[in-house]
C-alpha cells in the first residue's frame, strides 16, 4: 500500500496520483493483510462497497472520466470475492481502461489446505480460481515470496500507465504472505513519477499516409474512444476544418467533435446516423483514430463498401493501428494529427463534399429535434426521455449508460457537448456498469451532474451500489426506464423471428407454460427508495421533466422512475447492420423468413486487405 500511495502519473506537465484509493470488500483472505495497511494508511482512502463487481467498474468508470492517468485499487477476499470481479477485468480490458486488482489467494504454504472458499484441483496444487484473471488481465501475477514485489510492481505500473497495453492488472496475494515482514529496500517507497508519452510513429509510413490523403476524394475518420482519452479533441478540431475531411463518431469517440461542427456525422455504424453511413459506403480513404472497428463500428464489415478502399489507422496500440489491412500510424493521436495537419497544410477536399456533410449534420440534428419532441402525452418513447435530459443537462453534465436499447438511442440522439459528456461503456456493455460506474464517474468530476440512463433489467443486475454513492455523499441522477423486460434483446430476437422469447418480465402462465402471464408486482421505485435514494415516480413527460428540476436541487443520490413502451424505436440507416446469425434450419417461418435475409444481408460483408 505504501508503494501504490507513491506512484504518480504525469502527462503534459500535469501530475497526480495514479491511485485514487481503495475499493473493496474484506473476507478471511485479505483482512488481515491489505485491510490492516489499509487501516494504518487513512491517507489511502478505503471504500467499502457492496459487490467487488460494482468495486471493478467503478474503478473503470472514475478511470474514463479521467483519461486513463489515474484509477483505484480493488481488494477482494479469495474465492467468491475474487471470481465477482472477473466480469468487470474482461470489461475494463476490453475498453483499455486501467484498474489494480489485489484478490486474496489461497495459501502459499498450503499447510491448512483447502482453506475455506479454496477451490481445489486434483492435478496441482499451484491452481486458484485467481487463474480465472489470467486471460482478462493485461498483467496477472501471484506474489508467494515478499521480495516478489520488488520486481512485480514496477511491472504492474508499467502496464496500468501504458496507454497501449493498460486494462485490469491483477495482484495475487496469498493470505498467509499478505502477513509475513519483510525487510524491502527504502528506496522502493520514494515518490515514483511515471511519464505518459505521446510517442510518434514511423517517418516512412507517415509519408505513405500523407501521400494516401492527398489523392483522397472521400476521406472520412472515424473517431473513437482513444481521440478522448489523448485529449485530441483539439487537433482533431483544427485538423478537420483544415482538410474538411468528416468525422463519424464511435460509442467511445462520441464528443471528439461537438455534435453541430458541421464537418460532424455523429453516430458510426450500426446505430449510426444517414449522413455517416451514406458517406461511409463510399469512402475511399478511412482514417480510424483510436478505434478498435468493433462489429456496431463497422456495421459488422459492412459499412465500407467502395470497392477500394484504403485504412489509415492512428492508434496507440500496434494491434489496432493494423486492422482492416490498414496502414499502422502506431502512436498518439494528438501528435500524429499535429504533424498530419502539417504535411497535409494544402490539402482540402471539395467544397462540394464539405458541403454535403454539412447538410447531413443540419438534416440529422432536425431529425434528432423531431425525435426528442413528444408525440403523446401520456405513453412516453425512450427517444423523448433522452431529449428532456439532454434539453435539461448542461453540457458539462454526463449521460452514462453501457446496456439495453438505450446506448443506441444515444448514439444517435444526445448531443454532445463537451467531450466528457457522454460515457457510455459499449466495449463490454456490462448490465450493472451503470450505476457502479456513474459512482465512479461522479468520485472523478464531483462537478458535473452524473445522469445515469438504465433499465430495469439493468436496475436489477446491480442497484447495489446505491447504498455506496450515499455512503460516500456522491450524488447521482439514475433515470430509471422500466419497459418490463429486455427491449433491446426482445426486439432483435423479433427481428430473428423468435417473437421476444424469453425478454419479457412476466409471471409465468400455468396454461402456455410460457413467460405470458400477468405483470410481476415487481416496484422498482419502491425498491430504490428503500436503499435510501430519493425517489421522482414519474408517468408523463411534465411529471419527468418537473422530476429532472427537483433532482437537480438534491444534493444526494436520486432515482427517476418513468415507465416507456418498448416497441417505439429508433431506425437504421444504411447500412446499419448487426450480424447476428439466425438459425439456418428452423419449424418457425419467422424464423427461415429472418434467414433469408440474414442471408442477403450477409452478402454485404467484407475483408479488407
Ligand atoms: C451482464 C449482461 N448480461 C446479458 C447481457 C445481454 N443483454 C444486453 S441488453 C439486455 C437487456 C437489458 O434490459 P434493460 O436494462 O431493461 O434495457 P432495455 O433492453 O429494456 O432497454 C441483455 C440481457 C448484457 N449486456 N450484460
Ligand atoms: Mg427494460
Not at 551 to 559: G, P, R, Y
Request: hydrophobic residues 35%.
Amino acid at each position: 500500500m505504501e508503494y501504490l500511495k507513491n506512484q504518480y502519473s504525469e502527462r503534459d506537465g500535469v501530475e497526480q496520483p495514479f491511485f485514487a484509493g481503495c475499493f473493496g470488500i474484506f473476507g478471511h483472505g485479505n483482512l488481515a493483510g491489505f485491510g490492516q495497511a489499509l487501516q494504518q494508511s487513512p491517507d489511502f482512502r478505503y471504500y467499502l462497497v457492496r459487490n467487488e463487481q460494482a468495486a471493478v467498474h467503478t474503478a473503470v468508470g472514475y478511470a474514463k472520466m479521467k483519461n486513463r492517468l489515474s484509477t483505484f485499487v480493488c481488494t477482494s477476499s479469495i474465492g467468491p470475492g475474487a471470481t465477482n470481479m472477473v466480469t468487470a477485468a474482461a470489461g475494463a480490458t476490453v475498453n483499455r481502461l486501467p484498474v489494480l486488482l489485489m484478490p486474496g489467494d489461497i495459501f502459499a504454504q498450503r499447510k491448512v489446505a483447502p482453506v475455506l472458499q479454496q477451490f481445489e484441483s486434483p492435478f496441482s496444487q499451484d491452481i486458484s480460481v485467481n487463474d480465472c484473471f489470467k486471460p482478462v488481465s493485461k498483467y496477472w501475477d501471484r506474489i508467494n515470496r515478499p521480495e516478489q514485489l520488488i520486481t512485480s510492481l514496477p511491472e504492474v505500473m508499467r502496464v496500468l500507465t501504458s496507454p497501449a497495453d493498460t486494462g485490469a492488472v491483477t495482484l495475487c496475494i496469498p493470505q498467509d504472505v499478505q502477513a509475513e515482514a519483510h525487510d524491502f529496500p527504502v528506496e522502493m517507497f520514494e515518490k515514483r513519477v511515471w511519464h505518459i508519452p505521446r510517442p510518434r510513429p514511423d517517418k516512412a509510413t507517415m509519408l505513405r499516409a500523407v501521400e494516401l490523403i492527398s489523392t483522397a476524394k472521400k476521406p472520412m475518420i472515424i473517431a473513437g474512444g482513444g481521440v478522448i482519452y489523448s485529449e485530441a479533441e483539439n487537433a482533431l478540431k483544427t485538423f478537420v476544418h483544415s482538410t474538411g475531411i468528416p468525422v463519424a463518431e464511435t460509442f467511445a469517440g462520441k464528443g471528439s467533435l461537438s455534435y453541430d461542427d458541421p464537418h460532424n456525422l455523429g453516430a458510426a455504424g450500426a446505430t449510426g446516423t444517414e449522413g455517416a453511413n451514406a458517406i461511409s459506403t463510399e469512402a475511399d480513404v478511412v482514417i480510424g483514430i483510436g478505434t478498435r472497428y468493433g462489429d456496431f463500428t463497422t456495421a459488422s464489415k459492412t459499412a465500407f463498401q467502395n470497392k477500394k478502399v484504403k485504412f489509415i489507422n492512428i492508434n496507440i496500440t500496434e494491434f489496432d493501428a493494423h486492422k482492416h489491412s490498414g496502414l499502422a500510424l502506431t502512436g498518439d493521436a494528438k501528435v500524429i494529427l499535429e504533424e498530419l495537419l502539417e504535411k497535409l497544410e494544402a490539402y482540402k477536399v471539395d467544397d462540394s463534399y464539405r458541403k454535403r456533410v454539412a447538410g447531413y449534420n443540419k438534416s440529422w440534428d432536425e431529425k434528432v429535434t423531431l425525435a426528442y419532441q413528444v408525440e403523446d402525452t401520456k405513453v412516453i418513447s425512450q427517444a423523448e426521455v433522452i431529449g428532456a435530459v439532454n434539453n435539461f443537462s448542461e453540457a458539462k453534465d454526463v449521460v452514462l449508460c453501457a446496456s439495453g436499447s438505450a446506448p443506441g438511442d444515444l448514439h444517435k440522439l444526445w448531443r454532445t457537448r463537451d467531450s466528457k459528456g457522454f460515457h457510455l461503456e459499449y466495449g463490454y456493455s456490462c448490465m450493472g456498469y451503470e450505476i457502479s460506474g456513474g459512482l465512479g464517474a461522479k468520485m472523478a468530476c464531483p462537478d458535473r451532474e452524473i445522469y445515469v440512463i438504465l433499465g430495469d433489467g439493468g436496475y436489477l443486475m446491480m442497484p447495489s451500489e446505491i447504498v455506496t454513492s450515499l455512503q460516500e455523499g456522491y450524488k447521482l441522477t439514475i433515470i430509471l426506464i422500466d419497459n418490463n423486460g429486455f427491449a433491446s434483446i426482445g426486439g432483435l430476437s423479433k427481428s430473428i423471428g423468435s417473437e421476444g422469447f424469453g425478454t419479457k418480465y412476466l409471471y409465468r402462465d400455468n396454461k402456455s407454460g410460457k413467460l405470458e402471464g400477468e405483470q410481476l408486482p415487481v416496484n422498482l421505485a419502491m425498491n430504490a427508495e428503500s436503499l435510501g435514494a430519493k425517489v421522482f415516480k414519474t408517468s408523463d413527460i411534465a411529471s419527468f421533466n418537473e422530476a429532472l428540476e427537483k433532482a437537480k436541487l438534491e444534493e444526494q443520490t436520486t432515482v427517476i422512475h418513468i415507465k416507456t413502451v418498448p416497441e417505439r424505436k429508433m431506425a437504421g440507416y444504411g447500412h446499419a447492420w448487426w450480424d447476428v446469425p439466425v438459425a439456418e434450419v428452423s419449424e418457425s417461418e419467422a424464423v427461415q423468413k429472418a434467414r433469408e435475409n440474414y442471408d442477403e444481408q450477409k452478402k454485404n460483408q467484407r475483408y479488407f486487405f
